[in-house]
Structure formats: structure tokens, C-alpha cells
């Protein structure tokens, strides 16, 4: 059983143990400064340019849901939330026609429910890329390796199955992350392939038909271009990225294998102008070339 007086409740207690403060204190101050920037500018008309921003979370601890709601009262004004096949589909069809959000979550937190919850209250439904692997794991010192060497976290607790059927009766998707968080850049081919058809498999039965696909650590130098055939291969009809980045009207249908999904993190803790501010400068810079496969030559 766990003991839930060692597993971390709050997104305090990971701010306190971050070996990394002065960077993140120096971080913050510039992003204030570019923050205030974008503020003191008319950015209006990049805001509604027609376009899909993907954002997902890891967690929503006790301490951030309040936060995260004035996020998602601040992000309804200028934005319509979809659904994540929805906003798939959107990208794929050609279809973007004005500013779109879409949320997912990675990794199976158990205060993902936190999320949940709140996400529900706006009406907005997301995908929720889960490790089989770690559903249902109840013994305290397998979390705590599995949190320290695969989610470089403190231990935290993760849903079960009977979470994952919740989401699933509120309206929300369920993704693969994989079976155990892997690095799949640093993994033999071959195993990558039995873990994507092993993941799909317990996740159809368990869920339903799983359509999306996300990897872990989420940098493109976490991937490459035979996984990305290897997912399209087991049956997934989409693969994203934690690369930062929105996507506008491709002009013309796109192939599934052709797009490749980028994601902003998002932490429910964050400055809400910083998060603005980087939705506002993916926004700018946004090109046909965002929706496009970056392991291509």
C-alpha cells in the first residue's frame, strides 16, 4: 500500500526541492520583461489569427488548481476549446478557421483528477497520454524509482484503472505515452516497436481505440524518423512532440504521417502572463512549417 504522507500532494514541495532556483528566479525575470513587452504592444490580431494551440500539463497539484483556473478564464478570451481529435482532425482537414486550444496531460498523475475536474467546469475535454506500466501502482518504492529515474520527480501518486474509466465517462481521450516513459531515441528499434504495440494493445482493450500518440521527454532529439513510421505502423493516426509551437491552415489535406503535433507545456504554478506570452509569440511566428515532420530531409 502507499503511504501518503511520503508522496508529494503539493507542487510547493517540488519548488522547494528544485536544485535549479536561481535559473528559474533569472528566468522568471525575463520572462516579465518580455511578458510586459508583448502587454505595452497591440498584439490583437495575431491573437485571432486562425491557428490550433496545443498545450499539456503534467500535473495539477492542490496548490495550483486555482491558478489553473484563472488560466483557462483568461485563455476563453481569445481562444475556443476543442477537443484533442478534434483539434487532429482540424489541422489534417484544413479546417482551422479561427483561434483554437487544445489541452492533453502526460504521464498518469492521480491529480490529474485535480485537472480534470477543472477542465470540466470550462467544458473542455482532453487527451490524457498515459504509461500502462504505471496505472495501478500501488507499491511506494517502485513510485519512488520510477518518479526519480524515469519523471526526474519526487514520488507521486498515479491513477488507476478505475481513474482512467472516470475520464473516460466525462467525455475525455486517453492517449499512450508508451508502457514505462522510455526514452525512445536511446532505445533498440526493435523494442521501441513491441513497446508502441504492446501499449496500444492494453490500452484499446482497456479504453477503447486509441488514436493518439505522444512520446516522452518530448524533444525532437528524444525521437526520430523510424519510430515516427513505427507509430503510424501500430495503428496511431497521430504523433506529438513537447516542442513548443502552434499550427495554422496547412492549405491543402495533410497525409496523418505528414503532421507532426507540437505541444506547450504548461504549468499550472506559471505566471499567467508568461504563459500568454509564449502562446502570443507561437502565434507570430507561426508557418506552414510547424505542421511539417522535422526528421524529413
Given at each position: 500500500m502507499i503511504n501518503m504522507d511520503l508522496l508529494t500532494t503539493k507542487f510547493k514541495r517540488i519548488k522547494e526541492a528544485n536544485p535549479k532556483k536561481i535559473r528559474n528566479f533569472v528566468r522568471n525575470i525575463a520572462l516579465d520583461m518580455l511578458s510586459l513587452k508583448f502587454e505595452l504592444s497591440d498584439f490583437r490580431a495575431e491573437l485571432e489569427k486562425p491557428r490550433i494551440q496545443f498545450l499539456y500539463i503534467h500535473h495539477i497539484f492542490e496548490d495550483e488548481a486555482e491558478n489553473f483556473r484563472k488560466l483557462l478564464k483568461e485563455l476563453a478570451k481569445y481562444h475556443s476549446?476543442?477537443?484533442?481529435?478534434?483539434?487532429?482532425?482540424?489541422?489534417?482537414?484544413?479546417e482551422i478557421d479561427k483561434p483554437y486550444i487544445a489541452f492533453s496531460s502526460d504521464d498518469g498523475f492521480k491529480n490529474n483528477l485535480i485537472a480534470a475536474k477543472i477542465l470540466n467546469e470550462f467544458n473542455i475535454k482532453a487527451c490524457f497520454f498515459i504509461n500502462p506500466d504505471t496505472i495501478g501502482l500501488k507499491d511506494f518504492s517502485q513510485i519512488k524509482i520510477f518518479c526519480k529515474n524515469r519523471l526526474l520527480l519526487p514520488p507521486i501518486e498515479f491513477m488507476d484503472w478505475e481513474d482512467v474509466n472516470r475520464l473516460l465517462k466525462n467525455g475525455h481521450e486517453i492517449g499512450s505515452h508508451t508502457m514505462g516513459h522510455i526514452n525512445v531515441a536511446t532505445t533498440n528499434t526493435s523494442q521501441v516497436k513491441e513497446n508502441l504495440i504492446q501499449s496500444k494493445d492494453i490500452l484499446d482493450k482497456r479504453c477503447g481505440n486509441i488514436a493518439h500518440f505522444a512520446y516522452p521527454y518530448g524533444r525532437f532529439f528524444h525521437f526520430h524518423q523510424d519510430a515516427l513510421?513505427?507509430?503510424?505502423?501500430?495503428?496511431?493516426?497521430?504523433?506529438?512532440?513537447?516542442?513548443?509551437g502552434c499550427h495554422i491552415a496547412p492549405g491543402r489535406k495533410l497525409k496523418t504521417e505528414e503532421l507532426f503535433i507540437r505541444r506547450?507545456?504548461?504549468?499550472?504554478?506559471?505566471?499567467?502572463?508568461?504563459v500568454k506570452y509564449f502562446i502570443l509569440k507561437n502565434a507570430i511566428n507561426a508557418s506552414v512549417e510547424t505542421n511539417k515532420n522535422p526528421y524529413q530531409k
Open positions: 476549446f476543442i477537443s484533442y481529435s478534434e483539434a487532429v482532425n482540424k489541422v489534417l482537414n484544413n513510421n513505427l507509430v503510424f505502423e501500430t495503428g496511431y493516426s497521430s504523433c506529438a512532440s513537447a516542442e513548443r506547450d507545456l504548461v504549468i499550472g504554478d506559471w505566471n499567467i502572463k508568461h
